[in-house]
């Protein structure tokens, strides 16, 4: 049984992370502190005797569903999830050579011509706003796996799906990540 | 030696993506620290809520075990609690089976009795379904 201050602290690390994602997911900073309070809540009155090594994986599924239920509320769920394929990564990306951007995006992220023109906060801006046009599954399996650190099997337990999609999903976020920043001239 | 070639590919194209997803997870990091003030301290108002629910929800089932053992004398009081809770339906369901059982005697009794005078009357039953009798007795009495 967690004791209230590995709670406290849990909630302490994970809320301005879920915030984001929130905001990112509906669009609405407003709504988007509803629901992570909404989720600490449910957290803490159901779960707050489960042991504190469950609570990362139990809040990010409570998270989850009070997006689901916000969109449910605002009644265009229908529109977020009517056909996942129209919101996919377009085709293999044939003409782009990903390894090599990788390689160039993969250290500390920064513009090319940083010193001169581009403030750190707009860097900052720009890849947050990249990460909120993803789609929204590959965005939440993305931001559930590298940004939460939960593994691909808590993913896909969190997201409610295989494996296999978890890492489909993140390897498309990424390549679509890299092209897009590297098309805004932010590279390494 | 091709699949090997193949499979070395695969694993440095997956290293790669993951160096470059934590770099973006890293700027996400640094852009979460900068909430605007507004934002940091509803959230720590959420936080405050959800951890005083939580105290209660703690504080309660403590008071509970604590009352369930003294009244059960052991510290199974969430089944005391449940069987408390259940206590007055059971005795609502069986006033109301009493009830029925007792409405139930009550008229057998009576049509006993009813046939018990009918049946231990001089008069016969059949007379009952003679017209005549019938017409007799609503006839007033005659000098």
Known sequence: MATEKELSDFLKSVEKRAWKRAVYAVRDEDAALDIVQDTMIRLAEKYADRPAAELPLLFQRILSNATMDWFRRQKVKSQVVRNFSEYEAPGA???????????????PLQSESAA????RAQILQTIEA????????????FLLRYWEELDVAETAASMGCSEGSV???????????AKALKA????? | MKLDDRTYRAAAREAAEARFARAVAACLDEGAGQLSPDVAERLRFGRQKALELARRGRDETVG????GAAI????????WLRFASVLPLIALVGGLVLIQNWQTRTQISVAAEIDEALLGDDLPINA??????????KAPPSE
Request: charged residues 25%.
């Open chain 2, 64 to 67: 509970v075990t604590a009352s």
């Open chain 1, 184 to 188: 805004k001239g932010i590279t390494s």
């Open chain 2, 128 to 137: 009952y379904r003679d017209p005549g009798f019938a017409e007799f007795l």
């Open chain 1, 167 to 177: 890492k489909t999903h993140c390897s498309r976020a990424v390549h679509a990540l």
């Open chain 1, 116 to 119: 001169e023109s581009v403030s």
């Open chain 1, 93 to 107: 990306d044939s003409d782009f050579d990903i390894l090599d951007t990788l390689e160039a995006l993969g250290g």
């Open chain 1, 130 to 141: 990249e990460v909120a046009q993803l789609p929204p599954r590959q965005r939440e399996a």
């Open chain 2, 72 to 79: 059960a004398g052991v510290g199974q009081s969430r089944w």
